[in-house]
C-alpha cells in the first residue's frame, strides 16, 4: 500500500501543536493507529497531550517513557506507548503492544520507527522536525490508507 498525499504544518508554540492533536483527535476512532516519529523534545507528547483531548480522554497526559505505555479514557480509549527506552523486538511483545494495537481504542506510538514491523497495513505517520526557531515546529502527516487519507484532507480544510 503506497502513502497517501502528505501534508506540513508548521507549530509556533506548544500551544499550538497541541491543537493540532487536538484536532486530530477529534477525528480518530477505537481502532486507529497514530505513528510518531522524532527527536526528543520535538512534540511528541505535547502532540499526544491534545490528541487525548481531541479524543475526549484528557487529564494529565505525560510522557510514559518511564512507565512505557498509559492509557486514557474518554469517548474512545487512548493508549500512549513511548518505545525511546526499547532496545529489542522482543522487548515490543513484552510490552504488550500487539495486544495494543489489536484491541479496543486508539494507539498512539511514540517513537514509532521502533516498531514499524508491528504497524498495521493502515495507520497515520507523523514526522516532528525542529526548525531554526526556538517553539517552531515542522509537522508531518503521511497518511497510509483511505481511512487515514480523510482524516489528512480534513486537517488541510478539504
Not at 26 to 42: H, I, P, T, Y
Not at 52 to 56: P, R
Not at 141 to 145: D, K, V
Given at each position: 500500500m503506497?502513502?497517501?498525499q502528505?501534508?506540513t504544518?508548521?507549530t509556533?508554540?506548544?500551544?499550538?501543536?497541541?491543537a493540532?492533536?487536538?484536532?486530530?483527535g477529534?477525528?480518530?476512532?477505537?481502532?486507529?493507529?497514530?505513528?510518531?516519529?522524532?527527536?526528543?523534545?520535538?512534540g511528541k507528547?505535547?502532540?499526544?497531550r491534545?490528541l487525548?483531548?481531541?479524543?475526549?480522554a484528557?487529564?494529565h497526559?505525560a510522557?510514559?517513557?518511564?512507565?512505557?505505555i498509559?492509557e486514557?479514557?474518554?469517548?474512545?480509549t487512548?493508549?500512549?506507548?513511548?518505545?525511546?527506552?526499547?532496545?529489542t523486538?522482543?522487548q515490543l511483545v513484552d510490552?504488550?503492544?500487539e495486544?495494543?494495537?489489536?484491541?479496543?481504542g486508539?494507539t498512539?506510538?511514540?517513537?514509532?520507527?521502533?516498531a514499524?514491523?508491528?504497524?498495521p497495513?493502515?495507520?497515520?505517520?507523523i514526522?516532528?522536525?525542529?526548525?531554526?526557531?526556538?517553539?517552531?515546529?515542522v509537522?508531518e502527516?503521511?497518511?497510509?490508507?483511505p481511512r487515514?487519507?480523510a482524516?489528512?484532507?480534513?486537517?488541510?480544510?478539504?
Open positions: 503506497t502513502a497517501g502528505a501534508l504544518v508548521r509556533t508554540s506548544p500551544q499550538e501543536t497541541e493540532l492533536g487536538a484536532r486530530l477529534a477525528q480518530l476512532r477505537s481502532g486507529d493507529v497514530v505513528a510518531l516519529s522524532g527527536e526528543l523534545g520535538a507528547t505535547v502532540f499526544t491534545g487525548a483531548e481531541g479524543a475526549g484528557g487529564g497526559v510522557s510514559p517513557t518511564f512507565t512505557l498509559r486514557y479514557h474518554g469517548r474512545v487512548v493508549f500512549h506507548a513511548d518505545l525511546y527506552r526499547l532496545d523486538p522482543a510490552i504488550g503492544l495486544e495494543i494495537l489489536d484491541g479496543d486508539v498512539v506510538i511514540e517513537w514509532a520507527e521502533k514499524r514491523h508491528l504497524l497495513a493502515e495507520y497515520l505517520w514526522e516532528f522536525r525542529f526548525t531554526a526557531q526556538d517553539e517552531e515546529r509537522i502527516f503521511r497518511p497510509r490508507g487515514y487519507e482524516i489528512v484532507a480534513r486537517l488541510r480544510g478539504k
